[in-house]
C-alpha cells in the first residue's frame, strides 16, 4: 500500500451539485446538507485501515500493526479484541479485514495481512468467541509472494459479493521511482524486476495487481466461482483473478445488489503528458464482468504508454488496447493478454476537464460502497432517497468524499461533492450499517501515527433536533455579594425553534443543597449573597420538549488575586542564553499587596513573607501565530474549545489540579482511563478538593475520552525555565520566535472557599527573527531553500517592497544585522520608523555576491530613538527595480 510519496494541494473546485438545488426535486428526493451530523464513536486510534460491520452493529476495525478493535456505537467503547504478527516494512501490515456473510452464526472474520516470516501476504479465518479472536483457530486460505527488495504498492482491501464470494485486493508490488520518470514502470534490465509491473499486474501467472476472487468454504479451504477472468486448470493465468492490470487498488466495495466491483486505483505521478505516454491519473473503477484494466500498458480511459527500452532510452510505440501484449523478460504468464478496459473516473492531479468536480491536488482514489434507500427502514437517520443507487467514493489526498451518481443500469450519471463544507481528515474506510448511516475511518493529517485518527459516523437527522446550549459568565468569580452576568447567547437550535431558557443552581460540595432555579430569561444578572461554590447548569428546551444542557461555576466570597509585571515589559526583546530579569506585584483583596507603596498611601496590608513562595513564574515558548508549543491532539482541541481551562492549567493547579497532576496519579493505571471519563461526563466531588468536577454532558463519550487520553499524555516540559518569588532572575535557553512570561499567583482561600490563582503575562520576542516572520510585506514573497536557516527566505524583491515588524522597543535597538544574499541587481535597505515612507533611521547597500542562496551579514546603524513603533525596512533600486536581493533572518542587535 502506497501512495508514492505525493503532497497534496489545497485546491479544489467548489461547485453547486443538485443536493442543493432542492427547488428542482420532489418532496421525497429533497436533502437539506444541515440536516447531516458527524458523531466522533472513537478516538485515539493507530494507523486504522479498514472496517465490517456486525449485524448486531458493533464496528470491527483493523490497525496497521496488527491489532484488531471492536468498538459499540452505542456506547463509544472501543476494545482490543486481538492482535496478530505482521511486519510492518514497506508499508507491509493487517491491511485487509471482512466479517463473513454469516457472522452472526459461525463468529468467522477473514484477514489480509503480511506475517513477519514470509515474504507476501495471507488471508486467513478466524474465529471470533467470547469477545476475541481466536487466534489458534487461524485457518490459512491463500498466500501469495512478494518482493520485498524495493517499495511498494501492497495494497490491502477485503469485501464479500453478495453469493458469498469473496474478493482480495492487491498491489503491483513494483518499484514506481527512479528512471520509470513518473510513468509506466517497464524496466527490463537485468536486476531491475523490481521496476517491471510486467512481472506482476501484467502477468497472468502473479497475483500482484490484481483482485482475486474466491469462495471461502466451510472447511477452511475455497473454491473458485464461475466466470473469473482465466480457467480453472491455470492453463492461462492464476484461477483466482478476477480483475488484472491494476496498480495498488487498495479500496474496494461490492454493490449488494448487482453484485458490481468497484475500486480505487492510485497511478503514477508524472505530471504532464511526454513521449513515453500519458501524465499519471487515479480512477474509479466499475468491474460488471472479469476483465483486464490496463496497468502498466494503459491509464485512465486507456490512455497508452509508449514502450521504452531502459537499457538504450529508445522509446517505441504504445501498445494497442484491443490487443495487449507483454513480451517482458519478467513476465511468467500468458503473452497475449485480454483486451484492456477503461476506467470509469479517472483525474489528474492537476484540474479535470472530464471530471471537474473532483478538483486538483494529490491523488489517491478509494472507492467506497454503493448506498440504496430502504423505504421501510425503521432507521431515523439513514441517508436520503435523494442518494439512492449512488456510489460513494473518496479521496484520501483530497480529504473529500463524492457522490457518483448511477442511473437504473449502474452506468455513470453524474458525480458531484459530498458535503463540500465538511473536512474528512483522509478518509480510509467508508461503508453504511443497515439503517444508512455512513461509517467513515480519518486516518489523520500523515501516512504516519495521527494523534486526529478517528472513527465517525454521518446521520441523516429528521425531523426535530436536540438544541445546543452554551452559557458563559462574566464577574463570576469575587466577594459577596456578587453579581454576575449569565448569557446563553452562543446557544442555538438547528431547527430555528424557539428556545425556553431555565438557569439553575445548586451549591457543590452541600450534601443538603438544593437545586434552585434562578432565571429563565436568556441573559439573566443574578445577585449571589452568600459565600458557596455554586454549579450552575444552563438547560434550553425548544417546543418538542428536547433539552440541551451546558454547566459552568460561580465562585463567591473570594476576589480573585490581580497579578501583573513592572518588568518586562510586554513586546521587549529577549536573548537565548541569556538572562531575564523581572518584577511582578500582585494585589489581594484578602491578603494583602505586594506593593509596599500602595500598602503604605492606601492602607492595605502588605502580603507576608511566605508569600513569595506561592508566586510562580513560567516562561513559555511560543509560535509566530502567538500559539503556545502544546501539542494540537483532537483532545487538546476539545479542551480548549470546552470549559475545562477554566479549572484546570497543564503544569500548575488552578481551581482544580493542573494536568500533570493528574497524568502522573493515573497514567500507569489504564483502567482509570474510563473512570476519568465517566468523572467529567456525570461530574464528581471530592476527588481533588473541595470544588467538584461539572458534568460535560455537552460532549460525546468520545470526545471526552479524547480529552481525558491528552490529560493522561502530558508531562511536565522540564525545559521550561521558570523561577518563584515577586523578583527573581531566569535563563531563556530556548531558541522560539516568542516566549510568554506567565506569573500565576496562589492566594491562601478564605474559610471553606478554595484558594483561587491569579495569572499575568507579558510577551518577549525574539531578537533574532526569520524575515519571513514579518507582521507585513509587500513586493517581495517567501520562498523555500535548505541553505535558509528556517528552509525559508523572502525573494522576488522588487523596489519599494518592504517588511513591517509591528512595536519593535527602538531604545532596546541600535543595531540591526540580516543575513543577505544577491545575484541581481543589489539596492539599499532603509529602515524608517511608523511607515514605509516615515522617518528614516538608517540604511545600508547590500552588495552583489553572485549566489541567490549564499547569504552573508551586514548590518545597520540606526538613529537613537525612544518608545515603541512599527519598523519598516524598504528595498530600494531606482535603476534596476526587480531582483534586487533575498533577505533571510534579522536580528535586532542592543
Not at 515474504?119 to 476475541?132: A, E, L, W
Amino acid at each position: 500500500m502506497s501512495f508514492c510519496c505525493r503532497v497534496p494541494l489545497a485546491a479544489f473546485v467548489c461547485f453547486l451539485g443538485c443536493v442543493c438545488n432542492a427547488t428542482l426535486l420532489s418532496a421525497d428526493q429533497r436533502v437539506e446538507i444541515d440536516q447531516f451530523e458527524r458523531t466522533v464513536l472513537a478516538t485515539g486510534l493507530v494507523q486504522p485501515m479498514e472496517l465490517d460491520l456486525a449485524p448486531d452493529g458493533r464496528v470491527f476495525l483493523i490497525e496497521l500493526a496488527g491489532t484488531i478493535k471492536v468498538i459499540d456505537p452505542k456506547t463509544q467503547q472501543q476494545t482490543v479484541v486481538g492482535a496478530i504478527d505482521v511486519t510492518t516494512a514497506q508499508e507491509n501490515g493487517l491491511i485487509g479485514l471482512a466479517l463473513d456473510p454469516h457472522f452472526a452464526e459461525n463468529g468467522w472474520l477473514y484477514l489480509q495481512y503480511s506475517p513477519p516470516d514470509f515474504s507476501g501476504q495471507q488471508i486467513s479465518r478466524f474465529t471470533f468467541v467470547d469477545g476475541k479472536v481466536n487466534l489458534a483457530s487461524e485457518k490459512p486460505l491463500l498466500r501469495y509472494e512478494e518482493q520485498r527488495r524495493e517499495c511498494c504498492h501492497h495494497a490491502g482491501s477485503l469485501e464479500f459479493g453478495p453469493n458469498g464470494d469473496l474478493y482480495i485486493g492487491t498491489g503491483d508490488n513494483t518499484n514506481p521511482f527512479n528512471d520509470s520518470e513518473g510513468y509506466a514502470p517497464l524496466d527490463e534490465r537485468d536486476g531491475r524486476s523490481p521496476w517491471d509491473a510486467q512481472r506482476s499486474a501484467g502477468n497472468t501467472n502473479s497475483y500482484n495487481g490484481k483482485i482475486l476472487r474466491i469462495h471461502p468454504e466451510p472447511d477452511g479451504s475455497y473454491s473458485i466461482p464461475d466466470g473469473n477472468l482465466f480457467p480453472r486448470d491455470g492453463s492461462i493465468g492464476r484461477p483466482e483473478i478476477y480483475v488484472m492490470g491494476c496498480r495498488n487498488p487498495w479500496r474496494i466495495n461490492i454493490d449488494q445488489r448487482t453484485g458490481f466491483l468497484y475500486w480505487g486505483d492510485v497511478g503514477p505521478d508524472a505530471g504532464q503528458d511526454g513521449p513515453r505516454g500519458p501524465r499519471g491519473y487515479d480512477e474509479i473503477n466499475q468491474a460488471r464482468s472479469a476483465g483486464n484494466f490496463g496497468w502498466p500498458y494503459f491509464i485512465g480511459d486507456n490512455f497508452a504508454y509508449s514502450m521504452v527500452d531502459f537499457e538504450s532510452g529508445q522509446i517505441g510505440p504504445p501498445q494497442k488496447a484491443d490487443v495487449p501484449v507483454n513480451r517482458s523478460v519478467n513476465n511468467t504468464g500468458a503473452e497475449q493478454l485480454p483486451p484492456a478496459r477503461g476506467a470509469m473516473v479517472y483525474y489528474p492531479g492537476g484540474s479535470s476537464a472530464e471530471f471537474p468536480e473532483v478538483g486538483s491536488g494529490g491523488r489517491t482514489a478509494c472507492a467506497g460502497p454503493v448506498f440504496y434507500h430502504d423505504a421501510e427502514s425503521s432507521s431515523p437517520n439513514g441517508f436520503p432517497a435523494a442518494y439512492n443507487r449512488t456510489l460513494f467514493a473518496y479521496e484520501w489526498s483530497r480529504n473529500a468524499i463524492y457522490a457518483v451518481r448511477l442511473d437504473a443500469d449502474s452506468n455513470l450519471e453524474r458525480l458531484e461533492r459530498f458535503l463540500p463544507d465538511m473536512t474528512f481528515v483522509r478518509p480510509i474506510d467508508l461503508q453504511f450499517d443497515r439503517g444508512g448511516s455512513l461509517y467513515v475511518i480519518e486516518y489523520g493529517e500523515t501516512w504516519g501515527v495521527n494523534p486526529d485518527a478517528r472513527l465517525i459516523r454521518l446521520d441523516y437527522v429528521r425531523g426535530n433536533r436536540a438544541p445546543i446550549a452554551s452559557a458563559t459568565a462574566s464577574n463570576d468569580v469575587g466577594r459577596e455579594p456578587l453579581t454576575v452576568q449569565f448569557s446563553a447567547d452562543e446557544s442555538l437550535d438547528k431547527d430555528g425553534d424557539p428556545l425556553r431558557y431555565r438557569w439553575i443552581s445548586v451549591a457543590s460540595g452541600d450534601p443538603n443543597s438544593q437545586s434552585e432555579v434562578i432565571a429563565d430569561s436568556p441573559n439573566p444578572s443574578v445577585r449571589f449573597e452568600h459565600p458557596g461554590v455554586y454549579t450552575i447548569t444552563l438547560e434550553v428546551r425548544d417546543p418538542s420538549g428536547t433539552v440541551g444542557v451546558s454547566t459552568l461555576p460561580v465562585i463567591v466570597g473570594n476576589a480573585r488575586p490581580q497579578v501583573a509585571f513592572v518588568q518586562p515589559a510586554d513586546g521587549d526583546f529577549f536573548s537565548p542564553g541569556q538572562t531575564v530579569r523581572y518584577r511582578a506585584v500582585v494585589r489581594d483583596l484578602e491578603d494583602g499587596t505586594s506593593d509596599i507603596e500602595q500598602a503604605d498611601a492606601d492602607g492595605w496590608h502588605f502580603i507576608d513573607s511566605e508569600a513569595p513562595t506561592r508566586l510562580f513564574v513560567e516562561a513559555i515558548p511560543m509560535a509566530v501565530d502567538g500559539e503556545t508549543g502544546q501539542a494540537e491532539s483532537p483532545g487538546w482541541n476539545l479542551i480548549r474549545n470546552s470549559d475545562c481551562l477554566n479549572c484546570h492549567a497543564i503544569n500548575r493547579p488552578l481551581i482544580g489540579p493542573s494536568f500533570v497532576q493528574i497524568a502522573n496519579k493515573y497514567r500507569e493505571d489504564p483502567h482509570q482511563i474510563e473512570q476519568s471519563v465517566a468523572r467529567v461526563l456525570n461530574g464528581s466531588t471530592g476527588v481533588w478538593g473541595k470544588v467538584g468536577m461539572l458534568p460535560h454532558v455537552q460532549h460525546t463519550p468520545a470526545e471526552v475520552r479524547a480529552m481525558v487520553e491528552h490529560v493522561y499524555s502530558v508531562t511536565a516540559d522540564a525545559s521550561n525555565p521558570n523561577a518563584r518569588g515577586f523578583t527573581n532572575t531566569m535563563s531563556i535557553d530556548r531558541d522560539a520566535a516568542k516566549v510568554r512570561l506567565e506569573a500565576v499567583y496562589s492566594d491562601l482561600g478564605r474559610g471553606k472557599i478554595p484558594s483561587l490563582m491569579g495569572v499575568g503575562s507579558v510577551t518577549l520576542r525574539n531578537r533574532h527573527v526569520q524575515a519571513e516572520a514579518a507582521d507585513e510585506f509587500r513586493g517581495t514573497s517567501p520562498l523555500g531553500s535548505d541553505r535558509a536557516e528556517a528552509k525559508q527566505f523572502m525573494g522576488a524583491i522588487e523596489h519599494d517592497g518592504f517588511l513591517r515588524f509591528d512595536q519593535i522597543p527602538l531604545d532596546q535597538t541600535r543595531t540591526i544585522a540580516l543575513r543577505v544574499a544577491s545575484a541581481g541587481a543589489g539596492g539599499d535597505i532603509e529602515v524608517h520608523r511608523s511607515s514605509a515612507d516615515g522617518p528614516l533611521l538608517g540604511r545600508v547597500t547590500v552588495e552583489v555576491n553572485g549566489d541567490w542562496e549564499a547569504f552573508y551579514e551586514t548590518t545597520i546603524p540606526l538613529r537613537e530613538s525612544q518608545g515603541r513603533d512599527d519598523l519598516y525596512l524598504v528595498f530600494k533600486n531606482e535603476r534596476n527595480r526587480g531582483g534586487l536581493m533575498n533577505v533571510d533572518a534579522i536580528t535586532f542587535l542592543p
